[in-house]
């Protein structure tokens, strides 16, 4: 779920299209049919080097064909022909990559990384951590050990009193001391992960979601979309929905609108049209016995802003009289500017005095990329974020957005920027050993490389530091609690941060 928020960067983008530039259209031009093409192929486009899925790609080509060759358009149709096709290389490259790492898990997973994680397996204790421990095989250092757990060796040392960097095989290391729970966090703070599931046999968040179910006690299923004729599709994670059901964790349906503000525009327009989305909805959710409804349309017309009110009120009403509680996901956004692309349809005012129980906001994607390096959610700016969202809604109904993912970007040109899971860049550290550096100001962590071609690249991620300090801002304005994009881009540090957060004031 990326969002592009920035004053800045629509500033640019509106002088660039006045110039004739081949970005995306933000605000109506002399010819509204044409903007508003060039601006949904651009949007969607954008969305498919973020995700970099298959689905995300199939939506921008069908976007990009339907521009069509007249003059004025055709250098922006090329352009974002070419970068659509980097993103097509991308996902070729890596479609073995994910097939492995989405195995099964009945299957024994393959692992490229030699360190073998843990070699006991404790009674858990509820309201309790475990501690981790490491035995040591041929070919470890405390350094390679280090990276596997995401701690640095300092840490390690301390932990089992070594004097040096010496250690021995078969010597087992504690590489995490157990801890108890905050109590008051177990029981008042919402802890959400959003679980995918991008075709039938992927199961990169259930994987996850079984082995991290204790460290979170709600999930959302962003699998599914709404259609132009009121129907829901999608993959309907059955495995989730039973797991979740058997370990207590709260389950709620994310209804998506493939990104497509021409659909949102249909359905908010025609009143029967609505009627049957809304009350697909609900059957959907009872059917399935979720126990909740997360609203999550992206990319709408700004101008639809007060028929996007009316859904959310009439959303809320019907599930409500049903029992279950409404999520709605929001951008992240420091100012209210309707006519703004994105952000613009989002009534924050209104979403406060409204009666939805909650607001997830989106609080991710301060850069990416789209555009020049930096902090994908930064301490400051996130902030200010919830500075905002709470001077118009109640804190105790808002959730943080953390990412579960960082941004590599290419600096010797101009394309080649990537996305990439945070468990992916663990890999790149492992195999580049850079230095890690620290932007103070925003709390979060970076580095340099070099790739074997020469090119230059900077990459922007979270670790354990950075997600503790972020989420503790959860306790400062007093919200309802914190959510993540998304379940099987963590690495094993990822959940252990999110609990440190949430214990500090």
Not at 14 to 26: A, G
């Amino acid at each position: 779920m990326m969002k592009f928020t920035k004053a800045i960067a629509l500033f640019l983008t509106l002088i660039l299209v006045l110039s004739s530039s081949p970005l995306s259209m933000i605000v109506e031009a002399k010819n509204p049919n044409q903007s508003s093409s060039i601006e949904g192929a651009t949007l969607a486009v954008e969305k498919a080097e973020v995700h970099r899925t298959w689905e995300a790609v199939n939506l921008a080509q069908k976007e990009i064909d339907s521009l069509g060759n007249a003059k004025p358009i055709r250098a922006s149709k090329e352009d974002l022909q070419t970068r659509l096709n980097v993103v097509k290389t991308g996902l070729i490259n890596k479609d073995a990559e994910q097939i492995e790492e989405d195995t099964p898990p009945e299957e024994e997973p393959v692992s490229e990384d030699p360190i073998e994680e843990v070699v006991e397996e404790p009674v858990k204790e509820e309201g309790f951590l475990q501690p981790v421990y490491h035995e040591v095989k041929s070919g470890d250092t405390l350094w390679l050990i280090s990276l596997a757990y995401g701690v640095s060796v300092d840490e390690i040392k301390k932990l089992n009193n070594l004097t040096s960097d010496m250690i021995f095989v078969g010597q087992v290391l504690l590489i995490s001391a157990g801890s108890e729970l905050a109590e008051e966090n177990e029981v008042d703070k919402l802890i959400l992960g959003f679980y995918t599931k991008y075709w039938s046999n992927d199961l990169g968040s259930y994987h996850s979601l079984t082995t991290q179910h204790q460290s979170l006690n709600t999930i959302a299923t962003a699998s599914l979309d709404v259609n132009y004729d009121g129907s829901i599709t999608g993959f309907i994670p059955l495995e989730a929905l039973d797991f979740s059901n058997e370990h207590g964790v709260f389950t709620y349906a994310t209804f998506q609108n493939h990104f497509d503000a021409n659909l949102t525009r249909a359905i908010f327009t025609n009143v029967s049209l609505q009627e049957t989305v809304i009350s697909n909805m609900v059957s959907f959710v009872k059917q399935y016995g979720y126990k909740g409804a997360n609203l999550n349309f992206e990319n709408m017309y700004a101008s639809d802003r007060l028929y996007f009110n009316k859904f959310v009120e009439k959303m809320t009403d019907a599930f409500h009289q049903e029992g279950y509680p409404v999520m709605v996901s929001v951008p992240a956004k420091t100012c209210d500017c309707p006519t703004w692309a994105w952000s613009g349809t989002f009534d924050f005012e209104f979403l406060g005095n409204s009666n939805v129980d909650y607001i997830q906001v989106m609080s991710y994607d301060q850069h990416g990329s789209w555009g020049n390096p930096g902090s994908v959610a930064g301490y400051n700016w996130m902030n200010n974020v919830l500075k905002y969202a709470t001077s118009h809604i109640n804190s105790n109904k808002i959730l943080l957005g953390l990412p579960a993912y960082g941004y590599d970007w290419n600096t010797s040109k101009t394309t080649g920027n990537r996305a990439l899971t945070l468990k992916q860049i663990d890999q790149l550290i492992a195999t580049h050993n850079p230095e890690i550096k620290w932007n103070e100001l925003e709390q979060t962590p970076y580095f340099n490389y070099v790739e074997a071609n020469g090119d230059h690249r900077i990459v922007y991620f979270e670790n354990f530091d950075s997600l503790s300090v972020k989420t503790s801002l959860v306790n400062k304005h007093n919200l309802a609690g914190v959510s993540m994009w998304r379940m099987g881009q963590e690495n094993d540090l990822f959940w252990l941060a999110v609990q440190e957060g949430l214990t500090k004031k």
